[in-house]
């Protein structure tokens, strides 16, 4: 601060300019870390995730696909395991690992540009709209729902990954339709048809990111009145992510549903997001949009939670490391 000084009969007076509240806060009360960083913190997190809950996300989306009702554990079985079913327990366990390949790269590029590139898209956006949204919103509500507009914007861009999403899905749900056909192969035969139902991806996408960014960004400021972000422990970053991976999960439910029906046509067979929409009023009813949503978030939301916030713990942790 600048100062200057006057006599005034013995006395010396020290008057200091004085500035707004604007001038005086930062962009942010969050440090910010390096792009390095935030890439191998949020890779460590996919890695990490893909090893322990690849078979978990298997079941989650062949129940999810399912279409009719489940009444005995003899049903739930052969949902889950398909052809598998009357194998012994262990050799039926390694049948939930198919796609591996697609999921391993799909996750940590997933996970890299979600938890690595939010917090780009929230810097730009307290940059400039930071002042709008306090004034609408309150300081905290303001940092909280700028941080969930950030995950929005993202969850809408992730839709450039689909194809690695849609061929992850078909290996978990309908391996049949690869026909024997490597990778490259289907990305020759099938070019654009990979993005089949990617407005259906971006709108679930949206609430769903919004729901994580928000719940977790509201839960750190309002339950444990942490200020800035990096500074969370990995108890406290563990706690927020419940919060915003069950906010998420139930916020998207209904448009996941469509999404995975979508994917996990045929190639040659797809169906419109539209006709599986009608298809599921009339034949399943309103149920149907949250079909499998009490195992999600059973097994995603705890996978959710693990990545989340490992992803928030080691990104701080790999920029001290690098300094």
Known sequence: MKGYSMKREGEIIYRDEK??????????NDKKQSGIARVLGSASAGICEIGVFHPVDTISKRLMSNQGKIGSASQLNSVIFREHAEKALPKRVFTLFPGLGYAAVYKILQRVYKYGGQPFANEFLTSNFKDTYESWFGKKNGKALLSATAGSLIGIGEVVLLPLDVLKIKRQTN????????FLKILSDEGFGLYRGWGWTAARNAPGSFALFGGNSFAKQYIFNIDDSTAATWSQNFVTSI????ASLIVSAP??????????KNFDNPESGVTILKNMFKNEGISSFFKGLTPKLLTTGPKLVFSFALAQSLIPAFDKLLK
């Open 255 to 264: 448009l996941d549903v469509i999404k995975t029906r979508i994917q996990n």
């Open 243 to 246: 919060f915003g991976a069950s």
């Open 19 to 28: 500035f707004s509240g604007a001038d005086m806060s930062p962009v942010s």
């Open 175 to 182: 391996p049949e339709s690869f026909k024997g056909r490597g």
